[in-house]
């Protein structure tokens, strides 16, 4: 199923980039006053997750990363390949969870000048880690795979030329075989365009 995600993700993006050639949309680039062309997007942040259902009254809010590659359709559409990964604390001290997401997504940005809010929206697999450090540090783990879908809300503001700073609420639910469950992760971070 993975590499059917991956094999998806890429024709998206080549799709994407035999309809891009150069064109005009009736207006000019904000930072350079040329002709729009579509280019390569990433950016990477810090945030964590305040909130989370599945996990029950034993995890508390979590902390993690952010980040995504991805290609500008237009001023407007974005496809990405957007990831994070997230560390949950349990009310045992020696027991951790982690959650990592990759998901092929798309942003759909208003194109105004400064400040630029965006929705976010994606399918993809998310590996559940669970950690117990024994009272001897010895780590042991065990993971499952599973189909995540998320979407959420952003604002980006233009620092400098090509430069973001965002702030982006997501909601994510896993899709597990015993049960969904989903948390809430908030991250601030930059973006390069």
Do not use: C
């Not at 952010?66 to 001290?93: C, H």
């Not at 998310?126 to 065990?142: A, C, K, L, P, Q």
């Amino acid at each position: 199923m993975k590499k059917v995600i991956w094999i998806v993700f890429g024709l998206v993006l080549l799709s994407a980039s035999t309809v891009m050639a150069q064109y005009r949309d009736g207006a000019y680039d904000e930072d350079d006053y040329a002709y729009y062309n579509a280019n390569i997007t990433w950016g990477i942040g810090l945030g964590g997750a305040p909130l989370g259902n599945g996990f029950g009254t034993n995890y508390s809010a979590g902390y993690g990363l952010d980040g995504n590659i991805g290609l500008n359709i237009n001023r407007s559409v974005a496809v990405l390949l957007a990831a994070d990964s997230y560390l949950f604390n349990t009310t045992n001290p020696n027991v951790y969870s982690g959650e990592i997401n990759v998901m092929p997504s798309i942003r759909l940005t208003l194109d105004s000048p400064g400040v630029r809010p965006y929705v976010i929206a994606g399918l993809g697999l998310n590996e559940n880690i669970g950690y117990f450090v024994d009272r001897f540090g010895n780590v042991f783990s065990n993971s499952t795979t599973n189909f995540v879908v998320g979407g959420g809300l952003g604002i980006a503001f233009r620092v400098a030329h090509r430069l973001d700073i965002y702030i982006q609420a997501k909601y994510e639910d896993v899709l597990a075989s015993g049960g969904n469950f989903s948390y809430f992760p908030i991250d601030i971070g930059v973006q390069f365009n």
